[in-house]
């Protein structure tokens, strides 16, 4: 059974930093590429940033750039997201998804359906706020 499953989620205060961890089979790690969406409280669902699966070449939406960093880790599975500098409005459950590069980073900040990957993880919460 395909399972990606997100950790790392919390509450932050403005300007503060988490470390989120998407743990996923090394099967799915070495086929797909996985990218990192986000859900705000009555908004769509967009793309946040992807790491292929292949050259591990990395994609960020607007609103990651500069702040976020996305990464793979071999040695335990995981695909990791980085973010620094939070804003409230980075305050949104986040899900990881594994699924084709063009299909994911066609998604990167835009609204995105669950069409966009073939898997999807259960999400963590990240509450910025002071």
């Known amino acids: 059974q395909v399972q990606l499953v997100e950790s790392g989620g919390g509450l932050v205060r403005p300007g503060g930093q988490l470390k989120l961890s998407c743990k996923v089979s090394?099967?799915?790690?070495?086929?797909?590429?996985i990218g990192w969406f986000r859900q705000a409280p009555g908004k769509e669902r967009e793309g946040i940033s992807v790491?292929?699966?292949?050259?591990?070449?990395?994609y960020y939406a607007d609103s990651a750039m500069g702040r976020f960093t996305i990464a793979r880790d071999y040695n335990r599975n995981t695909v990791e997201l980085h973010m620094h500098n939070l804003k409230p409005e980075d305050t949104a459950v986040y899900y990881c998804?594994?699924?084709?590069?063009?299909?994911?980073?066609?998604?990167?900040?835009?609204?995105?359906?669950?069409?966009?990957?073939?898997?999807w993880g259960q999400g963590t919460q990240v509450t910025v706020s002071s």
């Open positions: 998804a594994a699924g084709e590069l063009d299909m994911l980073t066609a998604n990167l900040g835009t609204a995105t359906s669950e069409d966009a990957a073939h898997y």
């Open positions: 090394r099967f799915i790690l070495d086929n797909y590429a």
């Open positions: 790491i292929s699966s292949q050259d591990v070449s990395t």
